[in-house]
Each structure stands twice: as C-alpha cells, then as structure tokens.
C-alpha cells in the first residue's frame, strides 16, 4: 500500500511540474572533460603529497597548494617562482610553451625579482587562458585573470 501511495505521489508531481526526470541528463562541459585528460598525459614524478614551505599568501604557495589538491604534487624543494622551470625539469616534469588546464604558468621575470607562477584552470577556445594566483593584482591575496593567446605565449608552463 505504502509502495503504491509513494508511485502516485511522484507520478501526480512529475504531471503536475511537467518535469520528466527519467530524462534529466546534466549538461556536460566536453571542452573541460578533455582538458584533465590532455595533463593526465604528463609524468607525476611526486607519488605523495609533499609539505609546503613556502611563504603564505605568496604565489608559489597558492601553486603548490592547488597542485596537491589535484593531485599533481610538487616537490617540497622547489624555491623562488623564478627557478621553478628549471626545478622541475630537474624533477623530471614535462615543461612547455603550451597552457593547459591543470598546468602551472612559470615566468621569471616579475615579482619583485623572484618571479611568478600561476595555476591555469582553463584554456578557452580561442586560445586564451583563465589562472588563478595569488599575490599579483591583490597584495598577499587570491585573483584570476585571463590573458589573451597571445600572452599566454610568452610564459613557460609546467606539466
């Protein structure tokens, strides 16, 4: 009884709101779905996550932090942004001139001398480049911004 009482109120309510929810399928972002596969093609040196030394609220701080939530650790050993490339080939990640989701945006010029990362959460399209940062147009704080593919040409990134 209590079984048929449950089927009519949910059959009354799909008629009632017209919402056929056998039917309800999640728009899918196939754009992004392909991003996280393109980084996954890339070397994971670290296994395990490793510790953060570096300054709070700084870039690479912010970097590494994201880094260990997707699970693509970094070495605890990396210091100024500015080194970061050459660090991590020496740890044997894949480095390039090409964002992808996922990646790290390294330059070495910048930041008061030491240099800036970024985390790259998007590669739209058109070629440009949505990142997230910390300590670049908020003093010790977060921001994102998307450059252009254009200038996202000119900065090294880590795979």
Known sequence: MLKKLITCT??????LTGVNMLEYSPKIDQNHIAQAAEIDKYPRPIKKQQPNYHTKNNCTWYVHNKRNQTKRYLPSS??????????????????????????????SKGGGGYGHVAFVEKVNKNGSIKISEYNYNVRLGYGTRTLTKKQAAQYNYIY
Do not use: M
């Open 10 to 15: 949910l059959l009354s309510s799909i008629a």
């Open 78 to 107: 990396f210091t100024d942004a500015k080194n970061w490339l050459n660090e991590a080939k020496r740890a044997g990640f894949a480095t390039g001139k090409k964002p992808i989701a996922g990646s790290i945006l390294q330059t």
